[in-house]
């Protein structure tokens, strides 16, 4: 089938070139000439046949909002429009509303996998009406992994349950990547184990914490044993936040998941404040601004 | 080659199976007599020809420690005793060097797998000298995985490194089960995602979260999709608990390894003393005891 | 001076009592006939003379929003609006707004003290504009405890400020409660101290650790030495939540109040669907459901 | 009555001063000349009348167990031996035990106050026998509060039991301190609350914050409103460590005061590997590493 898609960075690129290979016809655009098919939005739109459907892969937020916008001036009653961004799930049922009222469809579309997609395929969360996820399943197919659909592939509920189900995931995902990290400093730490990145490496096969992100992370260390080259400040992108946002919402405790995002949020500072405030209590009942009042050797400090 | 498994119990049990397919001898000894190859540990070290290797496979803690100090009076010099239980770290040196003093060497092996090691082998984590490590090879070998051993297999240091390796793998382990757990009640708690199982079945390819962890999340959920034939009290066994103390004792932040154990430890409780507290203190400055004193309809309450 | 007090509840009915015995004039206003100076809101307005000064004290959220808007349509140019609950300071600006559209000044305030605050005062926040905060300063003095101004009242900022540090005050209590209540859960749980109410009383005077809320425990001590009048369910009221929020959006790690947070949540559950999923998984690869398969004595179980 | 008092820094000389104004004689000994009253512990020993009571206020660990067990071999029956020490509970029984069999007493005090003890004295927590109680009871009383005696002092159990309460009390302390710490960084970081001093000093009456930590920190900011005089560098001294792992001995849940604890491990860490580790993976799936492969404007990153 045809499939117009709009942007492509590094995920939408690599999804153009993976639909490609599966046989189908896709009409990229993106704001840099060397990579788009097509002048502008209304070009795009004119080289499609109706009824259309239009993938939208470009940055979360106002960017999202406005090419879905724009398009439902463009499109005509009948096509559909995807978001596969990584949209807050709120935004969906705004943008179904307003599209529906030009009775063009509307699906939300979480994507996962990273530059891994292009030959891994992406595994697929999708919100909407039926007949709309009928309608692009070609293209869903031609994204996802190799192996049944239900492996790879989620019609997760009405609008906004793609996203939702995309917005857990990465909030999982935050979690897991804290535990191996914890793990992988753990190791570090003792002077034991002498040969970290072997001890994870044999972690890949047969043990119960085998992942992907488990080879990820084996691969790293391959080319940087000591994971030296990096520095450890971390950046978040949206899902995380979210999550948390959500788990306060539903009453759900979330340590795990939230302990993760602020683990993120310390490794961004030079100096916390809030420690600052600790020392500043210790140095208060501790007595360091009296220190001259009473000289001593033996200190029975009982300060914590 | 020869060996000798002491303990046949869920682990034991299959590791003697899996050995023997690879063509090796095992003389298995249990208390069960239906299972055992031998009646008693002196006969199984009567049945091994020197120099021998007996794998201990019983529950840590004294049953361990009993069970190679009596080796440790039966076997000869040259021999060879691996722990391959969860016994804590810290106890691989005492062994080794009781048994270092009779000549008998030592290994602890850290082994992962579960039930389905059987089938898909064990993943290993081996302390000790090269030596020692040499002459079980070829059991490891046949314990471990199929495909490179460096995948499957790790020897990560001195006597105790296969134990550490270990405890911070399971520590690891309750991190990521938390995370998922974490993601499928939020999943749960919201109305939008309709179908929690199918969402979580299509993580199990393409995605980044996908791991062997969630296709036994899969696999649940396909004969309990909500869960509900369980209840929610869970036990720990030890190696997470070891990892929380070993991040005390190295100064390491481990939130989410914590939080983990924690929320096991909150899950057996039927009622919380420090929620009781924190109930306690809501009411002495909410005024429940002196509500009496102040009839009203609006409420303009303060309290946190 | 005169002060109309909309709402007179547990809070807004002592608040009155206190601002009188101080030798203001308050025309109380409450749904409830036992308690209230007016029939109406309108009345209320009437019975005060120009510039009025109006505190709102009821339950935040929509009737605090409604109550605010009608005063809007009654109130004149000159008179001011204090909003003195627990509402979200996200509400203080359009409130501010929609009332100096029509020459009416606002001020929110953030109150502290709970029944207690009668007889001991309560602290306040205020945030808006100096004259608003000038022209109810009597008021103010009447509220806040005995002793130098500054101690028990802050002009925190403009418009919201008052609400903003009031509900991170709010945020702080819930770490401050969870700190207490795990140290008594400790305390509760070893067999070493013998008597916990008296260890804990003996803390009042001297400790670092002495406070009101330790007071408030003891009180609590006092009349149910082991708390077991009590159910450990405890609800939250909104502030903690908002300070997590908060914290979010700062990207401040806040590990503290998260997690005296979720401990709220989690209270109130009886059984935690995350707990069932990680039961799940360890029945997954514990191979609970294969035992049959496998009969033995010992274990030697590796699962965490 | 007469005390020796071995020991004379920031804890113990202040301690000397406020029995001596209690009208009690104080021998002092200290290997800091300037401070000393006595030339050795030996002649402590001698410038005290039996039966003697020797408090030892010296670093925990070995140096506190070396100087009992020197006392031991110079005391006689009937003495007693206490102490004041921030010891771990566990050493207490061994202590106590050794001087039993020489007829010797031996009680556990928990003391808690900081600089501040000397004028406002010290919270105490006891453990032993209640003879042994009843003998020191003049120093009890010299050393606590004014006001109740229960307000200041508790007979908390046997021997241990002191430690053990001041543990907790400690491992509490350190979540009150990072709940205030939390809330002050909030407050920092919000524009809105212009006056973060003055807003926390208001809390000082009158609210449900108020505390002797609350109004410490108050004092720190007089003299230093952004507190950036100071790194956010905080050290532990034992007690936090060891109530975690208390935690985890009896099960109990303690996410408050574990974050409290690994927030100031991270606080120290120029560079935390395990952000390294979270940054890796982000990279690996990110696809960092492979950016040349895709040229592109439009980004639609889908990674966490």
Chains 1, 2, 3, 4 share one sequence.
Not at 7 to 24: S, T, V, Y
Not at 112 to 141: C, K, Q, R, T
Not at 236 to 263: H, K, M, Q, Y
Request: net charge negative; charged share 20%.
């Amino acid at each position: 089938m045809q499939l117009g898609l709009v942007g492509l960075g590094k995920m939408g690129f690599n999804m153009r070139e993976r639909i490609r290979r599966a046989g189908h016809e896709v009409v990229g655009y993106d704001r840099n000439p060397e990579v788009t098919d097509a002048s502008s939005l209304a070009d795009l739109v004119d080289k499609l046949a109706a009824p259309r459907v239009v993938w939208v892969m470009v940055p979360s937020g106002d960017i999202t909002r406005n090419t879905i916008a724009e398009l439902g001036g463009l499109l005509a009653p009948g096509d559909l429009v995807i978001d596969g961004g990584n949209s807050r799930y709120t935004d969906d049922k705004v943008n179904a509303e307003a599209l529906a009222d030009k009775g063009i469809g509307y699906l939300d579309a979480g994507v996962s996998g990273g530059v891994w997609g292009l030959d891994n395929g992406y595994g697929l969360m999708v919100g909407g009406a039926a007949e709309h996820v009928e309608l692009a399943m070609p293209i869903f197919d031609a994204l996802r992994p190799e192996g049944p659909r239900e492996e790879g592939f989620a019609h997760a509920g009405t609008v906004g349950a793609g996203h939702f189900a995309k917005m857990i995931h990465n909030g999982i995902e935050y979690g897991l990547m804290q535990a191996y990290a914890e793990g992988f400093e753990l190791l570090e730490a003792s002077k034991l184990v002498e040969n970290v990145p072997a001890t994870i490496k044999a972690w890949q096969r047969g043990t119960v914490v085998r992942s992907w992100l488990l080879d990820l992370l084996v691969r790293a260390l391959d080319s940087d044993p000591e994971l030296d080259d990096l520095r450890g400040h971390v950046e978040d992108s949206g899902e995380g936040r979210w999550t948390v946002e959500e788990a306060i919402n539903l009453a759900v405790p979330a340590p795990v998941i939230s302990a993760a995002l602020f683990a993120r949020f310390a490794s961004r500072q030079d100096d916390s404040p809030a420690m600052r405030a600790v020392a500043a209590l210790r140095n208060q009942f501790g007595g360091h601004a009296v220190t001259a009042a009473g000289p001593s050797s033996g200190s029975g400090s009982t300060q914590g």
